[in-house]
């Protein structure tokens, strides 16, 4: 069974700092990685999108990694901004199916 | 282009009462899916659908949830009747393909 954690569960930085968010995963037969932003009372908003065949993927000051053989995704944010703070998930796509297996999320705060 | 969309964006309904969801993919995704967060819970998958027809329900809690797509564009769940552990955050969500999957804002339902 499939199963996605994320650590830290929080994490507080101060402005300007790189910083790097971490997920692993059980089971590495997966079909893609997908990283999303959720903010307070708002839905998810898709950040990258990583295919199983790919190492990563960059957009703008962010970057996802992707290594299947040890289950493990991190994203990479550079130069972090207050704009920035809002809770981070994972979430991994078993089979060409639409089924995503999300962890619990890491919620950054970024302190001006 | 419009995005996922769905109504109500918050709900308070009495236990045993009837609370019908609605989403509307974006258009021209035949992937349409539903997910829920419960309080201190991850986001989990409650079944898909690939145009009309239900591709995978294997997340549907039991058989109080409802589901349908009729014509194969916006998608209902119905939950009848509600009890106390429905309270949460249901998100719709649609793709087209392999690709990105794109959410909603959630519905926010509690259940009193």
């Known amino acids: 069974k499939q199963e996605v954690t994320q650590i830290p569960a929080a994490l507080s930085v101060p402005e300007g700092e790189n910083l790097v968010l971490n997920c692993s995963f059980t089971d590495s037969a997966i079909y893609n990685l997908q990283w999303f932003r959720q903010d307070p009372g708002k839905g998810l908003t898709s950040l990258l999108l990583?295919?199983?065949?790919?190492r990563e993927q960059t957009s703008g000051r962010l970057n996802a990694s992707l290594d299947k053989s040890s289950g493990r995704s991190t994203l990479y944010i550079a130069a972090s901004q207050p704009g920035d703070s809002a809770t981070y998930l994972c979430a991994v796509r078993p089979g060409n199916t639409g089924k995503l297996i999300f962890g619990q999320g890491t919620t950054l705060q970024v302190k001006p | 282009e419009a995005g996922v969309t769905q109504f109500p964006s918050h709900s308070v309904i009495e236990k045993g009462q009837t609370v019908t969801l609605r989403c509307d993919p974006i258009s021209g995704h035949d992937n349409l899916y539903w997910y829920r967060r419960v309080m201190g819970k991850e986001i989990k998958f409650l079944l898909h659908?690939?145009?009309?027809?239900?591709?995978?329900e294997s997340g549907m809690p039991n058989n109080r949830f409802l589901a349908e797509r009729t014509g194969g564009t916006y998608s209902t769940l119905k939950v009848q009747p509600a009890e106390l552990e429905d309270s949460g955050v249901y998100f719709c969500?649609?793709?087209?393909?392999?690709?990105?999957?794109?959410f909603g804002e959630g519905s926010w339902l509690t259940v009193v």
């Open positions: 969500a649609s793709s087209q393909g392999g690709n990105t999957i794109y």
């Open positions: 659908f690939v145009k009309e027809s239900k591709q995978d």
């Open positions: 990583i295919q199983s065949s790919q």
